[in-house]
């Protein structure tokens, strides 16, 4: 087979390969009885409902209407590349990320608590078991762009 032939069987390959990258939303979004779904036994998950060293991150703790907070998080998870918005409610964000090169997809959901001033998220990675610390990461952007943005927000 020629160079050319090549290539093009391997770029046909990968372009298959990444079309099956996204995966299936999960059947477990969503808010239950005040809860995100826990995370799974893979270290490619973060979650504010989670205490293990691996998956758990404190919550946004806040004063101001969750109505301004949930407006701030929607507004800076739409500033963020590859990053959509495909459901919001009353209390509850669902957005989804993609990774740049092979559109992995990760899922992101943010839960506002009134009763507890609080805001909940998790950020999981559909599918495969390491996420090189993505999702933390990621988690870390959005709370540090939160806090800055509405300090008055911050207890």
Known sequence: MRRSSWLSLVLCLLTLGMAGCSGSPPDNLGVVNGRLAPCPDTP????????????????????????????LIREILEEMPRVTVVHEQP???RAEARSRIFRFVDDLEFYFDPEAGQ?????????????????RDRMVRILDEFYRRAPSLQE
């Open 119 to 135: 805001i909940h998220y998790r950020s999981a990675a559909r599918l495969g078991r390491s996420d090189l610390g993505v999702n």
């Open 44 to 71: 490619n998950c973060v979650s504010s409902q989670e205490d293990d060293d691996v998956h758990g991150m404190e919550p946004i703790e806040h004063d101001g209407s969750m109505e301004e907070a949930q407006a």
């Open 91 to 93: 209390g509850y964000i």
